[in-house]
């Protein structure tokens, strides 16, 4: 029994150890503002962006974010998506959740997308964003450019928390 008891315990810890671990604590009031793409996953709702890819964060009273993600498509127009970010871990404000369809869809649990702060700068000058099943992934920086060390450390992160880092794509400026 005790051997059974030991085995489950150890698979137990396997699995915890495998699992995107969000960094210790964000401050969301730093983290509001503009952040431009630097490389993502390729992913069905941004087929359509050419490049220019950025996403703008603003604190609501009501403890949620307003989001805004913008980019420029191949005949060089701008596609805009307004969504809505609610905190789902207050301990650390790095777990969220995001929802581009209309409110009224909100109580819905699958119009929500996981949104974890995996990887971010003491400065706030770049962030890496995930989701806990690894499909999605993207490396986000304040400027349009970012430092080859920023960048290798952004991605690091990402690979330490499992992430497939050969899947990532440059967003093209």
Do not use: H
């Amino acid at each position: 029994m005790g051997t059974l008891v030991g085995l489950l315990l150890g698979i137990g810890a396997m699995q915890a150890e495998g699992g995107v671990r969000t960094v210790p604590r964000v401050d969301l009031e730093k983290y509001a503002g503009e952040w431009f793409e630097v490389a993502r996953f390729p992913n069905r709702f941004q087929t359509d962006c050419a490049g220019d890819v950025t996403a703008r964060y603003v604190r609501r009273t009501d403890g949620r974010i307003d989001v805004t993600n913008r980019c420029r498509q191949a005949d060089g127009s701008f596609k805009e998506a307004q969504g809505v970010a609610r905190i789902v871990d207050a301990a650390t404000s790095a777990k969220l959740e995001v929802r581009f369809a209309p409110a009224l869809l909100s109580f819905l649990p699958f119009v929500w997308g996981d949104y974890w702060i995996i990887g971010l700068a003491p400065d706030y000058s770049w962030a890496v964003v995930g989701s806990p099943d690894r499909k999605y992934l993207w490396v986000l920086s304040r400027s349009k450019a970012l430092a080859t060390t920023s960048y290798d450390a952004a991605v690091a992160t990402a690979k330490a928390n499992g992430f497939d880092i050969a899947r990532l794509v440059p967003t093209n400026r």
